[in-house]
């Protein structure tokens, strides 16, 4: 067990381990600062947290195991802190274990304490929220307490920073000379049961510890039994196991926090005295906080301030990224005039891309900024409990209208945050949701189309509903598709929603800080180097073949088509001169048409023919693939007025209305047709044109979700748009 | 006369008399604390009827009714 630690050569392994909301990953930043990293357990999508400190001169690699009340493990995602503890599934047993209790409830926390005992792994007690024991008026003899469990009891205030001297002290004695506490004294009967499946086991030649043997007798759905295998004959062997437990008494599913607690019941005699006015904070503040009428009062004020974040306050900071970006490029575009390939590279493609990663930040950070604060002080529990029941019937649940509510200002923030979701399975339909959600890069494209087609018509009443409409459009259709997805496809088991409501807490300014810090840059480096790649990629598939045959073309037929103006030539020597510019729209058009995208479109316009698109329509729409917002500037370059046009230009919304049908069955006809304008929006509103967003879940979950995703939602936009124009060209 | 804390709508004194289930959630919900003799009480329910939240031993917590249903009841004085 211990001789490990002697060799000097590797860094001693210590894990947090701890219920959540015990401050464990307040103390995990404390310890470490800014010396940790966020990387993915193997297999699954819980994240691990490492991070490094020195102690004694010694290097310690610190791993933030993820809260958990138990080491029950219905999924793969729980087995993780049984596997980091006991080192499986590539991960490495750790030398000394850090239990964080929350000194105001110590009984239930030291559950989880008393099941890992089971391990044999040395550990250090640390009594966190010592103040709020003290102020609740719990007196707690932590000496008593030390000589009972057998280890280094220490108390602790995370936030403040009050007893980490004492903790790394009692690492550091630890180290030296570890102490275990002492297993619970199993019952006869639970001894055979164990000795029953470990028997059953050996004969299947699987092999499992005592811990695991137990793990899979006690936890009904087990995940340790799913990974063992041999699914013909483990269920018969668990079913005698629980027989056994079952002749004496006791249910199986609950014999195991019944004994402990009865263990602990007993370790805690005498220790603990003066429990009293525990909730009276916390009981006046919820009675307003989650009142029937002033709680939802409050929760969709809280939740404006913070979706207005995203979508207005993080406006000025995203444009001064935008010019920030832009001054770079003509920072650095003259001087590589002479190579137009390279410019284009560097300044459209590279650039542009580091730019287009840049520009989420400030959402991510204000998001993550309200996350800190919303769950630190206490009040993302109290959010999620009064929402819980809009969304569980689809399989998501409170704890999803953070994310969602986000997705409409952007899915990637959005994305993220479904981190606060602890159920994996809710959390996987969460972040497959939230792209369907209205966000601000679809309001362009509605903004053009509405005012082009729908205003004129049907005057602005009609109009502002129909932009209000769409941007439910998304959200109608994922919700349903949620609660298909959950009983058809998922296969993960649900978990049931279990929400503790920790008392209200100042959040601290480091903690807050250093979660922003953490995502801002996770993001930047995991999902950024993606999005950057993405962006090239496409800026390579717009910009090549570029022969100068195209452009001697274009310049020709416009010079052929502008003879009779005076002055002429003139006005081409000049390159500032409207006519100039215009042959300059002219040739990036032809550009674009010539270009592979360009090409692939014209090749792909029979795929979107059912839904009314001709290939400009197509072409816009697949080159709007990387970032949907594309669409506008590409638009612009395809109908020869340059890149430069927006949403609102009136130049870009007459020649959408007069552009005509050159060829086919419906040659002269207008390409814009009410059908098509709605079938067009309902693509936008239903594709997953962004990959950032790919980037991030694939980040977030894994690139075959990420995959999956994209093409579920493209084939669902593509299907919805053709059903949108067949039925509306129809009526 | 025992009742399921699922259809309780009132706040009253409980001791929870059984987890009348074998399920991966029961043993969740005893992990917690949820055990034949601990008093319990509903202490809010949320402005959709669902969840409700439970007050037990000084802490607070929060489960929906159909995980409620698992324990069983009675009311004390």
Known sequence: ?731 | MNKTLGEIHHDRALEIVAISSNCARAGRLAALGFLPGSRVRVSRIAPLGDPISIEMAGQEISVRRAEADLIEVKEVA
Request: with cysteine; glycine share 8%; aromatic share 8%.
């Open chain 1, 1 to 731: 067990m211990t001789a490990a630690i002697r060799t000097p050569a590797r860094a001693v392994r210590i894990a947090l381990l701890g219920n959540p909301n015990t401050g464990k990953s307040t103390l995990f930043n404390r310890l470490t600062g800014l010396r940790q990293h966020i990387a993915n357990y193997p297999g699954i999508t819980v994240e691990k947290k490492v991070g490094a400190m020195e102690l004694g001169g010694r290097k310690i690699e610190l791993v933030d195991l993820p809260g958990t009340y138990s080491l029950a493990a219905a999924s793969p995602d729980e087995r993780v802190v049984m596997d980091s503890l006991g080192g499986r599934a590539g991960n490495a047993s750790p030398d000394l274990i850090v239990c964080v209790v929350d000194a105001t409830n110590i009984k239930r926390n030291l559950l989880l304490v008393s099941e890992a005992a089971e391990l044999d792994i040395p550990m250090v007690v640390v009594l966190n929220q010592w103040d709020a024991a003290k102020r609740n008026g719990l007196r707690i003899d932590t000496t008593l307490l030390a000589d009972r469990l057998g280890v280094p009891v220490v108390t602790t205030v995370a936030k403040r920073g009050d007893g980490l001297d004492d903790l790394k002290k009692a690492i550091v004695h630890s180290l030296g000379e570890p102490r275990h506490i002492p297993r619970i004294l199993w019952p006869e009967f639970v001894d055979e049961a164990r000795d029953i499946v470990l028997n059953g086991l050996a004969q299947c030649g699987v092999e499992a510890t005592g811990p695991e043997a137990l793990r899979m007798i006690f936890d009904t759905d087990s995940a340790f039994a799913d990974r063992a295998g041999h699914k013909d004959r483990l269920p018969g062997i668990l079913k005698a196991a629980r027989e056994k437990i079952r002749e004496h008494g006791m249910n199986p599913a609950s014999v195991e926090p019944v004994l402990h607690y009865r263990h602990l019941e007993a370790l805690l005699d005498g220790v603990i005295s003066g429990d009293g006015m525990v909730a009276r904070t916390r009981d006046s503040v919820d009675a307003l906080l989650l009142n029937r009428f002033w709680g939802t009062l409050i929760f969709f004020g809280v939740m404006y301030v913070v979706f207005q974040s995203l979508y207005a306050w993080a406006g000025p900071m995203m444009d001064l990224i935008a010019a920030g970006t832009a001054w770079v490029q003509s920072l650095i575009s003259p001087l590589l005039e002479g190579t137009p390939m390279i410019q284009s590279l560097i300044s459209d493609g590279i650039i542009a891309g580091v730019g287009g990663v840049l520009v989420f930040l400030p959402q991510i950070l204000l998001l993550f900024f309200f996350i800190a604060l919303l769950e630190d002080t206490g009040y993302l529990a109290r959010a999620a409990f009064l929402m819980d029941k809009l969304f569980g019937w689809c399989g998501l649940n409170g704890k999803s209208f953070v994310p969602l509510l986000s997705g409409f200002a952007c899915a990637i923030p959005g994305v993220m945050a479904a981190r606060t979701l602890e159920d994996p399975k809710a959390r996987i339909t969460t972040i497959l949701m939230t792209p369907f959600m209205s966000c601000s890069a679809r309001l362009p494209v509605y903004v053009l189309l509405i005012g082009a087609f729908v205003e004129p018509t049907h005057g602005p009443i009609v109009a502002g509903w129909t932009l209000f409409l769409m941007h439910f459009v998304g959200a109608a259709v994922a919700m349903p598709l949620a609660w298909i997805f959950n009983r058809c496809v998922m296969k993960i088991k649900t978990q049931p929603f279990i929400l503790e409501m920790p008392d209200y807490r100042v959040p601290t300014l480091r903690n807050v800080v250093i979660r922003m810090w953490e995502r801002g840059r996770e993001f930047v480096i995991r999902a950024g180097t993606v999005i950057l790649a993405f962006s090239v990629i496409i800026w390579a598939l717009l910009y090549f073949p570029r022969s100068e045959e195209v452009a001697g073309q274009a310049r020709a037929s416009f010079i052929a088509a502008h003879q009779s103006e005076p002055g002429l030539a003139d006005a081409l020597e000049d390159p500032e001169s409207p006519l100039s510019k215009k042959l300059d729209h002219r040739i990036e058009g032809a550009y674009i048409e010539q270009s592979y995208l360009g090409r692939f479109g014209k090749f792909a316009q029979p795929v979107f023919d059912p839904a009314g698109f001709d290939w400009k329509i197509t072409v816009g729409v697949l080159s709007s693939f990387p970032a949907r917002e594309v669409i506008i500037a590409t638009m612009g370059i395809i109908y020869n007025l340059g890149a430069d046009v927006d949403e609102e230009s009136d130049d870009l919304r007459k020649i959408l209305a007069n552009e005509k049908w050159r060829d086919g069955p419906r040659a002269g006809q207008p390409v814009y047709t009410l059908p098509v304008v709605f079938a067009l929006m309902v693509f936008f509103a239903l594709c997953m044109q962004c990959g950032a967003t790919v980037a991030v879940i694939a980040r977030e979950l894994s690139w075959s979700w990420a995959v999956g995703s994209f093409v579920t939602m493209t084939a669902l936009a593509w299907g919805a748009a053709v059903v949108v124009y067949q039925i509306g060209s129809r009526l």
